[in-house]
Each structure stands twice: as C-alpha cells, then as structure tokens.
C-alpha cells in the first residue's frame, strides 16, 4: 500500500486511457452513462469554459446543487486547471450564503434552481441585484467584489448567467496550448477544494484541501472494503459533504470503478439503484438506511449483488447495522474524521468482527498517527482512558482560509490535529467516540455550531439571553434545542421564534425544541453549564409528554 502524488486529473486521465470504454458515471433513473474517455473529454470542454470567463488558478469556483451530473464535471474541471471548488451545503439559506460567498473571495458560482423550500436563482438575484441589468460575464458588485459570474447548470437561459451548455461551447474557442499550459502548473499539494464548516470552534471557516489529502484519504478508504475495479458504487450521500465528494467519488477515482449515482436522496431510487445496476456497495448516514429499510416496495428488489458500504455520519445504532447485514447483505464499514482530516481518521476494515465494526470507530488510517491525549495536560493517555482525539499525517488540512490564528488553535507545533472529540483507544487499536470537549452538534450527520444559531437568535426582539445545545434523538442522533430567557415584560412562544427563523438559517439548524427560562444553571464561578440544558430539555418533555423523535 503507498500514498499517490497525483492530481484530481491525472486520476481522471490515467482511467481514461487504460479503461476509455468502461462505466464511470452512471444515473440509472435517467440511463445517463458516461464512460471514462467520454468524461475526461467533457471535463476538459468545461475547463476551457471556465478560462474563457475568466477563471485562473487558485480561483474560487462554488457549486451549490444537489448530486446533477454536471456537479462533478464542474470539480474536475477545475481540478485541472488549479482553480478551487468551494463546496456550498444545499441547506443553506440567503445570509449563509452571502457570507460564504464574500469569505471565500468566490469568482464564479454555479447554481440550479433550488430545493425544496430554497430559491436558489431567487436568493442570488436578491444577493446580487446587478444581474438583471447586466450582460453575462460582464457582473461587477459592490458587496461582492470578486463575484464575476454566476452559472446556471443547465441550458436555460437566465438574465446575468451563463449556463454550463454555454460553457462547453466558449470552451472551443480556447487554445490547447493554455489549457495544458495551466494544466501543467498543477501539482498534487495545491488546494482543490474547499468545504466550509463550524470544526471545532467559531463560525464557519473554509477548509483547504490539497488533491494528495482527498484522493489518497478516498483510496485508502476503498482499501479497507477490498475495492477494485469492478466495484459499483451507489452514491446517494451529498457530494458537498466529505463523505459523498471524498469517501464516495475519490475512492471510485482512485479504483477505476463505476459511480452510480443518486442526484436527491430517495430510498425508492436508491433501491431501484441497486437492482438495475447491480451495485456492490452502498453509503449512507443511519437515517438513510432506516429509510431504505422500511420502504414499503423493499421486498420487490434484489439487493444481493450488494457486499460492502459505509455507514457514518452519526452515531450508527447496533441494532440497525444488524438490521442493514441481514437484510441488504452487506457487510458494513464506519469512518470516523472531520472535514480537518479529509475527512477519514479513523476505520473499520471490511474484515473486522461485527463487534469491531459496530461497536467502534476502527482502528487509524494508514499513513497517519491518531492519538488521545489529556486535554489539560497534552500528554498521551493510556489505553482505555479518555481524551482528546488527535490526527497527524498526510490527510491533515493545509488550514483555514484566511485564517491562520484559527489554525493555529487546532493544528498544535507538532502538527497534531485537535478534532475537540472525546474518545478512547483499545489494547487492539480501535478507537471509541465518548463525547465531545466542544458543544458541536451533528443531526444526522450535519454540523451545527450553537454559537452560530444563538448570535441569530440573538437578533430578535425580546430575546434577554439564549443558549443552544444538542437534545438526544432516536431519528437523528442529535436535535437542535433553544432555550431562552425573555426581557420582561415580552411574551414568545416557539412558533414566534421559529418563524423568525424560517428561511433565514438552514432548515436543519432551526431549533426542533425550545424552551423558556428563568436562569440558566450555573457553576460557582459563574459560567452556563451546557450540559445541564439537555437534562432540562429531557425532564420538561417527559413530564409534559412530548416525543422527541
């Protein structure tokens, strides 16, 4: 086993040549097929799209859509010609993305139309109301200073944009001699992407990574399933996320195999996935497979060209991995990380004992050193007592984007990653999350920042003082619960709140539960002691016989 000094496109263009015919991409739904060879030639049209409008090396290009079987020609694109995908979460709502948009210095951002409850053409128009007086390619705003072009993926015409057909088509008219001129001042320690996230502290910070961290972090997350090339992989996890553009789609990059994708999670299409395509594995966070396994049609297909998969994201239940092996026939995997780690640190091998594989986080990644240490003290910790979880290797981020104090908080002198994870290691080598040193919280698989929310709320008229922590859930691992301290004199209730949250943060980072207090307890020396919210939250809904689902 090694570590490969290659870039995003070499991978593409090594596959290309030594399988040009064989499946790479396939969205089974629509019978969209993309062999090697054929995509490598639309990732290079689209790469000399984006030269055209203006797109250099070390350019912010964002993508904020869901699976569209454009999303990935887009990040190779402009892998090869060294520009920066900036991932945008599709949860996000208009102050999200405002503030993403000018932190991230973006140049060009590539959109569809929305989801669900989000306007995504609607949201931008409002961020940037010069585009319905301007030409394509011709943007220029006062609050958004590096914004040059907005895209639409896509062949819609829309006022201001231009659309990914339009691209290919400007593509031609680039020479080759540029485009393997920028092609060559790549190399595999450059950042390729960019993935925002709360990490361990503060607000949400851009977390650079190089092509060596994501795709040797992929490659070897396919050797502990024994991937190879005749692996297909379903993929209905969100490529935003690590765990669909890494663990998913860079394990698939480095193998050679084929990618079957799912643009929207839907448990019908990913069991009708399965079947036609014959997929040999499958990912998902344990909502997912919850959904999947109770689908009423379940029974009607044949999922036993299944073998392996991952399932993470969230703390994953005993019994619903059982659930999973006994009935989709699949032995499954977990991965432990965070977005600092590319994301994988820690992991189950296919041929751990079930014990192993659902009762821990496996053992560390090959090529890197994951440690617990006491977090007073910095000093390792023996087996089986509790600490800090701590990575150092190739997988460790380049750092934060402008900001390099942040860094320094979580990246020690000795290049040591502090992941804020409280965890313990085993006289085997496998490691067990206990709890976080940090009040993140991760609904089914999303990471929330209270600080984030509470500064929100904190907006709102008659709101004296609130904190935000995580309430335990059976569906999703964790919950977002409010609790507030009114003004005098003010009267809200939840709805009231909600409302003024609504279509202004995430869904998912709306707060589920929220309560009103009078204090909130504290220790001697006068600090909230969070912990105790939860608590609080459980007694009030037992004893008023509220469901937290």
């Known amino acids: ?96 993305l405002e503030y993403l948009c000018k ?62 057909a339009e691209l290919l088509l400007l593509g031609r008219n680039i020479e080759n001699d540029l ?20 990490g361990t502290t503060g607000f949400p910070k851009g977390v650079m990574l190089t092509h060596y961290n994501i795709t040797n972090n992929g490659f070897l997350t396919g050797e502990h399933m024994k991937f190879t090339a005749e692996d297909k992989l379903c993929c209905c996890v969100p490529l935003f996320h690590c765990f669909g553009v890494v663990l998913a789609s860079m394990n698939v990059l480095t193998h050679g195999c084929t990618q079957v994708m799912v643009e929207q999670f839907n448990p019908l299409l990913v069991l009708a996935s399965i079947h036609k395509e014959r997929c040999t594995a499958l990912y998902g966070v344990p909502t997912m497979f919850i959904a999947e396994l109770n689908h009423p049609m379940f029974d009607l297909f044949d999922l036993t060209s299944l073998r392996t998969g991952i399932m993470a ?61 006491d977090p007073e003290t910095g000093q390792e910790c023996p087996i089986g007592v509790q600490g800090e979880l701590c990575n150092r290797g190739y997988n460790t981020m380049k750092g934060y984007y402008k900001s390099p104090e942040a860094t320094k908080e979580v990246i020690d002198k000795d290049g040591f990653l502090h992941t804020g994870d409280l965890g313990i290691k085993d006289k085997n080598g496998n490691f067990t999350i206990t709890g976080r040193i940090k009040d993140m919280i991760i609904r089914g698989g999303e990471n929330i920042y ?13 709101i004296k003082d609130v904190q935000v922590a995580g309430i335990p859930s059976k569906r999703y691992g964790e919950i977002v ?53 939860k608590d609080i939250a459980l007694e009030y809904c037992k004893k008023n016989h509220i469901e937290i689902i």
């Open 103 to 164: 932190h991230s210095d973006m140049h060009t951002l590539c959109i569809i139309d929305g989801v669900r409850d989000g306007d995504f053409i609607g949201m931008v128009n409002t961020m940037l109301p010069e585009l319905k007086h301007c030409e394509r390619g011709k943007l220029k705003s006062k609050e958004f200073p590096c914004m040059k072009n907005i895209v639409y993926i896509g062949q819609e015409k829309q006022r201001g944009m231009y659309t990914t």
């Open 313 to 373: 994201g969230s703390l994953c239940p005993i019994e619903l991995m059982k659930r999973v092996e006994d009935k989709m026939n699949m032995k499954m995997t977990s991965v432990y990380g965070l977005t600092e780690a590319s994301p994988g640190m820690t992991a189950t091998r296919i041929d751990d004992p079930f014990e192993v594989r659902s009762q821990t986080v496996g053992r560390e990644f090959d090529f890197t050193e994951v440690k617990v240490i």
């Open 481 to 533: 619960g409010a609790f507030i301290i009114l003004e005098d004199g003010v009267s809200l209730d939840e709805i009231d709140v909600r409302d003024f949250c609504k279509n202004k943060i995430a869904r998912y980072k709306i707060p589920k539960h929220i309560f009103f207090l009078d204090e909130f307890p504290m220790t001697g020396s006068g600090k909230i002691q969070k912990y105790k919210l």
């Open 450 to 462: 209270p600080r984030e929310i509470e500064e929100y709320l904190y907006q709102m008229k008659g």
């Open 179 to 198: 485009f393997n001129l920028m092609k060559s001042k790549v190399t595999c320690h450059d950042v390729v992407n960019m993935q925002y996230t709360s």
């Open 1 to 96: 086993m090694q570590l490969f000094e290659r870039t995003l496109g070499d991978w593409l263009e090594h596959w290309a040549a030594e399988t040009p015919d064989k499946e790479y991409i396939i969205y089974s739904d629509r019978n969209l097929r993309f062999t090697w060879k054929t995509f490598n030639q639309r990732v290079d049209e689209m790469a000399k799209g984006l030269i055209a409008i203006g797109v250099k090396k070390d350019s912010k290009v964002g993508i904020w859509a869901t699976n569209v079987p454009d999303w990935l020609t887009i990040l190779y694109a402009c892998a090869k010609i060294g520009a920066v995908c900036v991932t945008v979460n599709t949860n996000y709502k208009q102050a999200e």
